[in-house]
């Protein structure tokens, strides 16, 4: 080739390198509207409650309306590691209401026939008892999963009516009322989740905050977080990288058992009574959480901190029409409009990236798990 058409193609290469840059800002303008879509719907929630009723953005409701959101979002963040390892889990609410009711029995007393007298544990007990059973729940549904190969959905679901059954079986259907406890029993303090403050901020919320930051710093700080990504992203690929895939799988069952049993414990402490129906369709709302968060449903993406910005959507979207006086069916209504959006936007966000020919980038800090070959060499091409 001449030196002249060297110099023309170079030019041509340099001006198609350029032309996208130009138009750079105005793509990561409507990404990022996209990618923020969750804190964009929470402003607009909190902005037009306001508007409606006086009381809504007052201190003490917005916390009192972050500890209703401090349950639901310790079901959303279990949800999301099973999620991201391109699971689902529908035991969660009935792990929560089993949860419960485990509670409520030890708070009552365990009778001891052998030596003829009543047990009552200390709350600290009852509650490691608790996280133990929700662990346990947690632990089959992973079992399931990893090492018989049963579809999540339909393992999750046999899980949910099993464990529900469960919480009904213990009373017949009966609630745990009064489980504030005796103090000549030594059993007081259960309330102390639901109605004590530590600098204003209710337990519950404080317990959200800690287990939030905690599984942030799992998947953002840990072999084990890049592990998660790397698995619900390519299940395949992972395995042939070296990631134990199983064990993955095994451990955020777990994980989500043990947070539907901490919301268990908030939720049973905050009305001071255990209900073998509590957390019905609760399962339900942990999925809208975190879809609404932008995680994808197919694996491998999302993140803490769109969960929780899906959580506090919801969770003030339902008592924000609680307090304006909104018709409970009308509730149904909004709350299912909202779940379908942002369903709608995670397709746009997603299949965006599959029409450009582009592959999904990970989130930043993840290692994406090829599989050595050429098939490796193949897929880096393509991106």
């Known amino acids: 080739m001449s030196k002249n058409g060297s110099l023309t193609v170079s ?17 990561n303008l409507g990404r990022l509207l996209l990618e923020g879509r969750a804190f964009l719907a929470l402003i607009v929630v909190i902005v037009v409650f306001s508007i409606l009723s006086s009381n809504y953005f007052t201190v003490n409701n917005m916390l009192t309306m972050s500890s209703h959101v401090a349950v639901y979002a310790l079901l959303a963040i279990g949800q999301l590691l099973v999620i991201l ?20 029995f030890l708070m009552q007393g365990v009778t001891l026939k052998m ?4 047990l009552y544990p200390s709350v600290w007990v009852v509650v490691i008892a608790v996280i133990l059973v929700g662990a346990f729940v947690g632990l089959v549904n992973g079992t399931l999963v990893s090492r018989f190969r049963v579809a999540p959905f339909v393992a999750t679901l046999g899980t949910l009516y099993v464990v529900r059954g469960f919480a009904l079986l213990m009373t017949n259907g009966l609630t745990y009322n009064d489980l504030g406890g005796r103090p000549e029993l030594g059993n007081t303090g259960f ?17 959200m905050i800690v287990a939030a930051a905690a599984v942030s710093l799992m998947l953002n700080r840990t072999v084990f ?24 799988k095994v451990w955020v069952y777990v994980a989500s058992g ?6 268990g414990l908030i939720l049973t402490s905050e009305l001071t009574s255990a209900g073998p129906t509590a957390g019905t369709t609760y399962e339900l709302t942990a999925i809208a ?24 959507v919801i969770g003030f979207l339902s008592d924000g029409l609680v307090i304006v006086g909104v018709s409970a069916y ?27 020919g582009r592959r999904a980038e990970p989130p930043a800090g993840r290692a994406t798990a090829v599989p050595p070959g050429p098939e490796a060499a193949t897929t880096q091409t393509r991106g």
Request: aromatic residues 8%; positive net charge.
């Open 11 to 27: 030019k041509a290469t340099t001006e198609e390198r350029v032309q996208p840059a130009r138009r750079s800002p105005r793509l």
């Open 85 to 104: 390892n391109g699971g689902i889990d529908l035991s969660v609410g009935s792990t929560l209401g089993f949860s419960g009711m485990v509670a409520g």
């Open 115 to 118: 030596f003829g007298d009543v």
């Open 191 to 207: 309330d102390w989740l639901g109605f004590n403050h530590i600098a204003k901020i209710p337990i519950g919320v404080i317990v």
């Open 225 to 248: 977080g890049r592990w998660l990504y790397a698995s619900g992203g390519n299940e395949r690929a992972a395995e042939l990288s070296g990631v134990p895939v199983r064990k993955v």
């Open 258 to 263: 043990v947070c539907s049993a901490l919301a």
């Open 289 to 312: 959480a975190v879809v609404i968060g932008g995680a994808a449903l197919t694996g491998g993406r999302g993140n803490i901190r769109g969960t929780l910005l899906g959580a506090f």
């Open 330 to 356: 009308w509730q149904t209504v909004f709350m299912g409009a909202v779940i379908v959006a942002a369903v709608l936007l995670n397709a746009v966000q997603y299949r965006g990236g599959r029409k450009k």
